[in-house]
Nanobody
Framework: QVQLVESGGGLVQAGGSLRLSCTAS????????TGWFRQAPGKEREFVAA????????IYAESVEGRFIISRDKAKNTQYLQMMNLEPEDTAVYYC????????????????????????WGQGTQVAVSS
C-alpha cells in the first residue's frame, strides 16, 4: 500500500513561489504515474499536473502551464511541484496522487486529468495566495 505525504504549503503573496513536496512510502514512485490535484472551498477537485512513470512526459492544466513544474527525484522517492508567479486563484488544498491504473502519457492526457483514475492520495497541503 503506497502512502503519500505532502509538505511545503503555506501563505504567499501574489507573484511569489512555493515548492510542494510529496514523499512516498510502501512503493517506488517510478512504478507509478503521479500527479497533483487541488481543491478550493466549494469546488470540485481539479487536475494540476501529472508525470509519467519514467518522468519523461509531463501534462499540465492550462491554468498553470508555464508557471508550475512537476518533477521527481528518484533517489529520494519524492515528487515536487514548483509553483511560480502564484495567483489568488491558486489558493486550494493541493493533493499528491499516484496511479497504477493507466500509463500517464501525452496520449492519455484526458485520463490523466480525471481524479477517478488515481488510486493513491495524500492528505493534502494548504496553499493560500494573498492579493
Amino acid at each position: 500500500q503506497v502512502q503519500l505525504v505532502e509538505s511545503g504549503g503555506g501563505l504567499v503573496q501574489a507573484g511569489g513561489s512555493l515548492r510542494l513536496s510529496c514523499t512516498a512510502s510502501g512503493g517506488v514512485f517510478s512504478n507509478y504515474g503521479t500527479g497533483w490535484f487541488r481543491q478550493a472551498p466549494g469546488k470540485e477537485r481539479e487536475f494540476v499536473a501529472a508525470i509519467s512513470r519514467g518522468g519523461g512526459t509531463a501534462i499540465y492544466a492550462e491554468s498553470v502551464e508555464g508557471r508550475f513544474i512537476i518533477s521527481r527525484d528518484k533517489a529520494k522517492n519524492t515528487q515536487y511541484l514548483q509553483m511560480m508567479n502564484l495567483e489568488p486563484e491558486d489558493t486550494a488544498v493541493y493533493y499528491c496522487t499516484a496511479t497504477d491504473r493507466f500509463y500517464v502519457s501525452s496520449l492519455a492526457a484526458v485520463a490523466a486529468r480525471s481524479p477517478d483514475n488515481y488510486n493513491y492520495w495524500g492528505q493534502g497541503t494548504q496553499v493560500a495566495v494573498s492579493s
